[in-house]
């Protein structure tokens, strides 16, 4: 990362600043965790750790530029140091992180590279295609599970999808292997935002999901099991935290709490998160590589 950054000819102040951001990144996040993913994958299929570097250097970036855009977008995360500077800076940043996320991507062999390069590109068209339906999602009434399921799935299950592929490439993984692999990325995507949407939906200091409507997992599920009088409770709180978020309070915070419990939104959240986590599971199970490169895995979705 830092010889990435030393031969980009960037200015001083803009190394400076993705150097803290990256850093920043890291205390939210387990350090390099994008980059780990990939060349764990890469291990697992028997690859070596040099080859699979700079495939893993352009997923952490790309991941991170990604991150930032995406906190743009929903105008929540303030706290985070890319919502603390003008819009056009962090923007700006943010393309430039991408840009050095492709650079990485040009120092791969040339025997990868082609591959690689299809994957990056297809995986960065449909997480940008999931964020677009997501988006237009906002002004629906309501959508099925079966939607939500199928934009999670391109728009976060596309990213850890794309990082399994890249390291299964680098790794020399047959084709099969490679197909598995992806697979097991889309279960482990989708795993995680599931986790991040229960968490987000009543975090509702820093995060904008409830006020804005955003049709993520609790909020899908809620408006497909509310009773009609239930729903209009859920209707009238939303309303509220929008409107008029100063009267939106300790009272009706516990009561959007108390809903979300009694319906059983956390339990169903719960009871898909470790479907998925077993659909994960039971790919590597079916994958042929090593004991140890099942474990390390496995490691992934414990």
Same mark, same amino acid.
């Given at each position: 990362m830092k010889h990435l950054l030393s031969e980009s000819e960037l200015s001083i102040n803009v190394v400076t600043i993705i150097n803290n951001w990256l850093d920043y990144n890291y205390e939210i996040r387990k350090r390099f965790a994008w980059a780990q993913l990939t060349l764990t994958v890469c291990d697992s299929a028997g690859g070596n750790f040099e080859v699979g570097?700079?495939? @893993?250097? *352009?997923?952490?970036?790309? @991941?991170? *530029?990604?991150?930032?855009?995406?906190?743009i977008q929903d105008q929540d995360n303030n706290a985070l140091p890319w919502r603390k500077v003008p819009l056009g800076q962090a923007i700006n940043l943010a393309t430039c992180i991408l840009v050095l996320s492709y650079k990485a991507l040009s120092n791969i062999s040339s025997s990868h590279f082609e591959d690689v390069s299809n994957v990056f590109n297809q995986m960065g068209l449909q997480a940008c295609d999931g964020q677009f339906q997501e988006f237009s999602n906002d002004i629906k009434e309501s959508i099925s599970l079966k939607e939500y399921f199928s934009i999670i799935m391109k728009k976060s299950g596309s990213i850890t999808a794309g990082a399994c592929k890249i390291g299964a490439i680098l790794g020399n993984a047959d084709q099969t292997q490679i197909n598995q692999l992806e697979q097991f990325g889309i279960n482990l995507g989708v795993m995680s935002q599931i986790k991040n949407d229960l968490a987000d939906f009543l975090d509702l200091e820093t995060k904008n999901d409830f006020v804005s409507g955003r049709k993520t997992l609790p909020l899908v599920y809620l408006l497909e099991v509310l009773s009609k009088e239930k729903a209009e409770e859920l209707k009238s709180l939303s309303s509220l935290a929008k409107t008029s978020p100063d009267q939106f309070g300790s009272k009706e915070k516990e009561q959007l709490k108390k809903l979300v419990i009694n319906e059983g939104t956390i339990h169903y959240s719960l009871v898909m998160h470790e479907l998925y986590k077993q659909r994960a599971i039971e790919i590597i199970a079916g994958i042929s590589i090593t004991k140890k490169g099942k474990e390390k895995l496995i490691k992934l979705v414990r």
């Open positions: 570097l700079q495939g @893993a250097v *352009a997923m952490e970036l790309y @991941a991170l *530029a990604a991150d930032i855009l995406d906190d």
